[in-house]
Every structure is written in structure tokens, then in C-alpha cells.
């Protein structure tokens, strides 16, 4: 059977991952988180103090962009790829609210998109890939043989990403958790370069009242069509 690329975009905490993961597995392709690296891009700026909430200095960040290193490496227990910041795992790092809080700045500059999606088209090179994100369907892979969009309530969302934050022991609100969604929506879907928006030949999957079984049965679904067809 031939391989595919699978792009899965959307709205931030729609389960992106969660599906991208779960398809990965059990077509045995490579699964790439694109946020994680704008999410690794925004940490190395607030450890070199070049962005705080009410400042970003952009022409040192892109400046500093050519010392920045991105890898992902499998981990088999978790089953799934970590990344990894000049050498050291920030999986866990990337992911609280601080980085939550800045990153649709970071990833709004068109430098850093431009090195990240370079480095995502390499990954994608073989096919056999499934990347989610926001531009993967639009920009990194217009001609993915599948595409999908995910959307679900703001609410919802900022549910499942609370309970998450919950898990891990950060100390949030719901309500600073809504509100960050919804921040990130904003700025994701009008910053100029990449917004976020629906590829036209993307297959809108609206998963608010869907289980997790529900919604990788109908992508799962999809996804072996095309492979039967290719
Ligand atoms: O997990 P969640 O969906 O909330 O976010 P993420 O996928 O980790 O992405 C974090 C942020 O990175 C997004 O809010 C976007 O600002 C940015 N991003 C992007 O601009 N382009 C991508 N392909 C992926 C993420």
C-alpha cells in the first residue's frame, strides 16, 4: 500500500493531536506536532528574555532563529515523539500556560514560520506522515492526499485543555483557560501570514459531541479509503 500525508488542522484544544496520534499509531506512520515547535520557539525566546507578556523583541528572536535546534525523538513508552530544544526534552515545558500565553505572537512572525515549515515539508518528504497544526493542509502540505479540520465549541475546548492543565497540576482558572482559547483563535486566524483557515478540499469533522472512539473511527475511516484508492 502507498503511503499518504495526512494533515489535520484547527482551533487550539480540538483534539488534534489526540486524532493525529491514534492515526499514526495504527498506520505506523510518523506523527509531527507542528505547534510543539512553535510552542519550543516561544520557551527559547522567554529563556533568552526576548518575550514577556507585554514585550516581544522580534529582530533579536530572528536574530537568534539559526541557534535553535528542533528534533523529535520516539519515545516507546509513551509511544509517540518528544521534542526536543538544542538537545533537552521540553515535552512538558512547552505545554503550560505561560508558553500558552505567548505563543500565537511568536508563531505570528513570518521568519519563524519559514524555518519551521521548512523543517516540517523535510519530515513530511517520504510521506507516511501525520502533522497537525494550523497551516499543514493550507501551506506546509497543499497537496496532502487527506485533510481534515477539526472544530468544537470554544467552551468545550477550553474544557477538555483545563482538565489537561488539571492532570499535570498547573495552576489555572477554566476561566483563564477559556479565555487563552479564545486569544489563540483570535490571533491564529487573523495574523496575516498562514492564518488559520479551512483548506478548501479539507473534510470539516465538528467533534463536540463525539467520543475520542467516534472521531478515529470516522478519520480512520477516511484515511483507508485513500490508501485503497492511491
Ligand atoms: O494544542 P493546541 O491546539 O492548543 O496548540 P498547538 O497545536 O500546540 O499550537 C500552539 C500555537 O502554535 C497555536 O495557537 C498557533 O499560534 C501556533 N501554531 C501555528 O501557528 N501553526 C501551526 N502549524 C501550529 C501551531
Given at each position: 500500500m502507498k503511503n499518504i500525508t495526512i494533515a489535520i488542522d484547527g482551533f487550539s484544544s480540538t483534539g488534534k493531536s489526540t486524532i493525529a496520534k491514534e492515526l499514526a499509531t495504527k498506520l505506523k506512520y510518523v506523527y509531527v506536532d507542528s505547534g510543539a515547535m512553535y510552542r519550543a520557539v516561544t520557551l527559547y525566546a522567554m529563556q533568552q528574555n526576548l518575550i514577556s507578556e507585554d514585550k516581544i523583541f522580534i529582530k533579536d528572536l530572528i536574530k537568534v532563529l539559526k541557534d535553535i535546534k528542533l528534533a523529535f525523538k520516539f519515545n516507546v513508552i509513551l509511544g509517540f515523539a518528544e521534542i526536543y530544544l538544542n538537545g533537552v526534552n521540553v515535552e512538558t515545558e512547552i505545554r503550560n500556560m505561560k508558553v500558552s500565553r505567548l505563543v500565537s505572537k511568536v508563531a505570528e512572525i513570518p521568519e519563524v514560520r519559514k524555518k519551521l515549515v521548512e523543517q516540517q515539508q523535510e519530515m513530511g518528504m517520504n510521506k507516511g506522515v501525520v502533522m497537525d497544526g494550523?497551516?499543514?493542509?493550507?501551506?506546509?502540505?497543499?497537496?496532502?492526499e487527506l485533510k481534515i479540520f477539526m472544530t468544537a465549541s470554544a467552551e468545550k475546548r477550553a474544557k477538555r485543555r483545563f482538565d489537561e492543565f488539571m492532570e499535570r497540576g498547573e495552576q489555572v482558572t477554566f476561566a483563564e483557560t477559556l479565555k487563552n482559547v479564545e486569544y489563540r483563535d483570535h490571533i491564529d486566524t487573523t495574523?496575516?501570514?498562514?492564518?488559520?483557515i479551512k483548506a478548501e478540499d479539507a473534510i470539516e469533522i465538528d467533534?463536540?459531541?463525539?467520543?475520542r472512539k467516534e472521531q478515529f473511527e470516522k478519520v480512520y475511516k477516511l484515511a483507508i479509503e485513500i490508501i485503497e484508492s492511491v
Open positions: 494550523r497551516d499543514i493542509g493550507t501551506v506546509v502540505f497543499p497537496d496532502a495574523r496575516k501570514d498562514s492564518p488559520l467533534n463536540s459531541a463525539l467520543t
